[in-house]
């Protein structure tokens, strides 16, 4: 993305004209059943690459919007939470939801009938502000690009990582993991700066980018876990996880996420688990124009209340072009809850029919 195209964030969210990139993500959809099995999606051997269109800028701020623009509560949805969230509520009526806002609430519960019962209380916690509260409560799998683009972006990646992981030995975590898209090195109770670097320096960048086969195993594996630790009374001590994709660019054609995601989502949600088990969020490296319509559209996709997507031009400023470790932490400590995410998502989203904006 060029300069003169990279969008300033605001307190209410990234505003970005609407592009077509939900047709990429949804494109090679298939038909999901409500099986609690594992879901396999089809593929074909191509390793072409996805691509998208460059975004442009919209000049206003979602503060400027008319008030003829706001959204009426009535037609968004409490989803699974046992009744509509009353700080939500207001921030709605009053047109000012934020995503900053919703990053400092405690979630709703869930309807008892929707959850199985037992899970781990802090579920329905507010998520936590500090580090050493994040790394106690939270699993965090760090799943990295290391596909032939990668190369000179390698020691940024190794860098970003650099602080939290300096964090897990600090506070004698156990709480780090890390494996890659195509090597198959994977670590578990990865601490402090000179694991990172033996980690990143056994790895070499090369090969395609199979984002959508590499979630895959790791979603299907985390839901098995799930269910292993509600079988063997572990449900209530089992942290949940959050998977931090750092990724330079477009998927391959043949390994699309968001039919992954979808299955994923679906499986959860027929297995009762509860809907803050598990997140995602992916963090562009580098500024290839391409990737950023393309993850930004997995926002769009299906059952995407787990998803969250933080693009190149909205830390370009603040991390001067890089992902810093400071950034990163902060994308990290700023994520939300997928119930949470899910009221953002519908504001958003009749924010967009309203404007033909686009607000993450």
Excluded: C
């Amino acid at each position: 993305m060029s300069s003169n195209a990279a969008p300033d964030s605001n307190p209410n969210g990234t505003e970005i004209p609407l592009v077509s990139s939900q047709s990429q993500a949804q494109e090679n959809t298939i038909d999901y059943s409500d099986s609690k099995s594992s879901v396999r999606v089809p593929a074909s051997r191509s390793k072409a690459k996805q691509s998208g269109p460059p975004l442009e800028v919209a000049k206003e701020s979602i503060s400027k919007v008319s008030s003829d623009d706001a959204v009426p509560v009535e037609t968004i949805s409490s989803g699974r939470d046992e009744k509509f969230h009353p700080k939500i509520r207001t921030l709605v009526k009053e047109d000012t939801l934020t995503k900053e806002a919703l990053v400092q609430m405690p979630p709703m519960k869930p309807k008892k009938e929707t959850v199985l019962p037992g899970y781990n209380p802090k579920l329905d916690e507010k998520r936590p502000q500090e580090m050493k509260e994040y790394l106690k409560t939270y699993r965090i799998l760090f799943v990295i690009d290391d596909s032939g683009s990668m190369h000179s972006h390698w020691n940024e990646t190794r860098n970003a990582l650099e602080e939290i992981s300096n964090h897990a030995l600090e506070f004698y975590s156990n709480a780090l993991e890390i494996r890659f898209f195509n090597n198959l090195l994977q670590r578990e109770g990865v601490r402090g700066v000179n694991e990172v670097n033996n980690i990143f320096n056994l790895v070499r960048p090369g090969g395609g980018t199979p984002t959508g086969h590499v979630l895959e195993e790791v979603l299907n594996k985390q839901i098995d876990r799930l269910d292993e630790a509600k079988r063997s009374g572990r449900y209530s001590s089992e942290r949940p996880l959050d998977i931090i994709v750092l990724t330079d660019g477009v998927p391959d054609l043949d390994s699309p996420p968001a039919p992954v995601i979808a299955a994923a989502a679906t499986r959860l949600r027929n297995s009762k688990h509860h809907p803050n088990w598990i997140g995602i969020q992916f963090v562009q490296i580098g500024n290839d124009p391409a990737a950023e319509p393309t993850l930004l559209s997995l926002i769009d996709g299906a059952n995407n209340d787990m998803v969250d997507t933080t693009s190149y031009s909205l830390y370009k400023r603040e991390g001067n072009g890089r992902l810093t470790a400071a950034v990163l932490n902060k994308i990290i400590l700023g994520g939300l809850h997928p119930n949470l995410r899910a009221y953002w998502n519908q504001y958003r989203q009749k924010k967009q029919e309203k404007t033909s904006k686009v607000f993450y």
